[in-house]
């Protein structure tokens, strides 16, 4: 699950986030202030891909948040959410570490657009480090040589075109990650591709022939209605 953390003090605009930020399929932690943001960045063991802090905020405002942030994680994206009095805000928030901010006020669309493509730079950065930190990936019944660029179910080599074992490889580096066909479409084709989407689900399908006991009744790699695909060891 993609996990982000909203610090708002305002309750309604808090809730207004958390609700589409679940639709659009995150698990989201709430603080109401930049302390308890830190507080609960920390109680969480830094497990967040993504960190939401409106600047104006008591006890600690959200540009001191994001420094104290930065300063425990270089990996995790940080959001600034701004108004538009606050120009110079931005450029503070920026300098301090913030990857991108947003300005109140925002429609759905445009908060899930921008929280969506820093999480994506995220999870490709977190792929670049795995690639360099691990060789091998064993899930199960299945190995995953990233090195070597195979896949073995119960030692057995699985045939793969490289698409499918990007596709794979994807999701081995996103245990338990529902990924939509858009993630998958830009991971792997590119985000000048211009055909399409259902090329993925011809993959998934290609794919599930050759790594499922029943393809048409998956355990392994399966639908998340709404959402996408998942990878379940």
């Known amino acids: 699950m993609k996990r982000i953390l909203v610090a708002e003090d305002e309750t309604a605009i808090r809730e207004f986030i958390v ?3 679940v639709r659009g399929g995150y698990d989201v ?11 609960e960045y920390n109680a969480n063991g830094g497990n967040f891909d ?29 959001i ?5 009095t606050q120009e110079m805000d931005k450029v503070t928030g920026l300098l301090s570490g913030a990857d991108d901010y947003i300005t109140k006020p925002f429609s759905p669309t445009e908060l899930l657009a921008r929280v969506d493509a820093v999480y994506r730079r995220v ?13 091998v990936i064993k899930l199960s019944e299945f190995e ?21 074992f990007q596709i794979i490889e994807y999701f081995f580096l996103n245990q338990g990650a529902a990924l939509n066909r858009t993630d998958i479409l830009n991971h ?22 050759k790594l499922e006991e029943s393809p048409s009744e998956p355990k392994h790699l399966v639908t998340i209605w709404g959402l996408g695909y998942k990878w379940i060891a």
């Open 29 to 39: 932690v709430e603080a109401s202030d930049g302390a308890m943001a830190v507080q």
């Open 50 to 78: 993504v960190v939401l802090l409106d600047i104006m905020m008591p006890v600690m405002d959200g540009i001191e948040a994001c420094k104290k942030l930065r300063a425990i994680s270089s990996n995790v994206g940080i």
């Open 144 to 164: 995953l040589n990233l090195r070597n660029r195979t896949l073995r179910k119960n030692g057995e080599l699985i045939e793969l075109t490289q698409v499918e």
């Open 123 to 135: 999870s490709m950065n977190n792929d670049i480090r795995m690639r360099m930190q691990v060789d």
């Open 188 to 209: 792997v084709w590119g985000e000048s591709y211009f055909g399409d989407e259902k090329v993925v689900d011809v993959n998934i399908r290609r794919l599930r022939m």
């Open 19 to 21: 609700i589409n930020l």
């Open 80 to 84: 600034m959410l701004t108004a538009k």
